[in-house]
């Protein structure tokens, strides 16, 4: 079954500490997409990321890291020197091209406080 | 600019009613989806369209109807019949399916309150 965990429901950080957000599944294809999605209070999620499960080089974007690691089936996330900007519902997202739907972690929220 | 528009932002109904959410976009996508959230849970699909009059249940239809006349139009229905309809539900849109391109855009969502 495809399924995509985040342990971590709620985290909260003090502005320019680093914070990683984790982020697992599970899939039996061997072709499948996944993504990291920002939900600020405004409501609409924001694409951030997608990573095909061929390409495990990991990526910078800015403050913005991911680690995809197919060993242990992990794609975190890692914010670093975090600002209050960064505070939202973070979603890791996986896509299945055997369903082809996406599957959603549960979010996990992150607040940065000033 | 582009985007997609949902309405209203906020709406409260009383049981036994049906309510239709507005889902506007403008950036010429094939595929539309429908999505609720409930709080500490991830997004669920309740409905999605790849093309003009054809549509196809998601996870979690029961109690809702779609409809699809016009490629930027995707009103959602939340009728008496669904149970629980007090959540956040989000339109979101994306060139065909969600496969290699994989990157979808969301309206602002409306949240519905069962009063």
């Known amino acids: 079954a495809q399924k995509v965990t985040q342990a971590q429901t709620e985290i909260s950080v003090v502005e320019k500490e680093d914070v990683t957000l984790d982020c697992v599944y599970e899939t039996r294809d061997t072709t499948y997409y996944l993504f990291w999605y920002k939900q600020p209070p405004s409501g609409e999620l924001v694409f951030l990321i997608r990573r095909n499960s061929f390409d495990e080089q990991n990526e910078i974007s800015g403050r913005y890291s991911w680690n995809f690691q197919k060993s242990t089936s992990s794609f975190n996330f890692t914010i670093t020197a975090s600002q209050v900007v960064d505070s939202a519902v973070y979603f890791c997202?996986?896509?299945?091209?055997?369903?082809?739907?996406?599957?959603f972690g549960q979010g996990t929220t992150l607040q940065v406080k000033p | 600019d582009g985007g997609i528009t949902q309405s209203p932002k906020y709406l409260f109904r009383k049981e036994g009613q049906n309510v239709t959410l507005s889902c506007e976009q403008n950036?010429?996508?094939?595929?539309m989806y429908w999505y609720r959230q409930d709080p500490g849970q991830g997004l669920r699909l309740i409905y999605y369209s790849q093309i003009v009059n054809d549509f196809q249940k998601g996870d979690i239809a029961e109690g809702y109807s779609v409809s699809r006349e016009k490629k930027e139009s995707f009103p959602l229905t939340v009728t008496s019949a669904q149970k629980n309809p007090t959540a956040f539900y989000l339109c979101?849109?994306?060139?065909?399916?969600?496969?290699?391109?994989?990157?979808?855009?969301f309206g602002e969502g409306s949240r519905l309150t069962v009063l």
């Open positions: 979101a849109s994306s060139t065909y399916g969600t496969g290699p391109s994989g990157e979808l855009f």
């Open positions: 950036l010429n996508h094939d595929a």
């Open positions: 997202v996986a896509y299945s091209s055997n369903t082809g739907k996406l599957i």
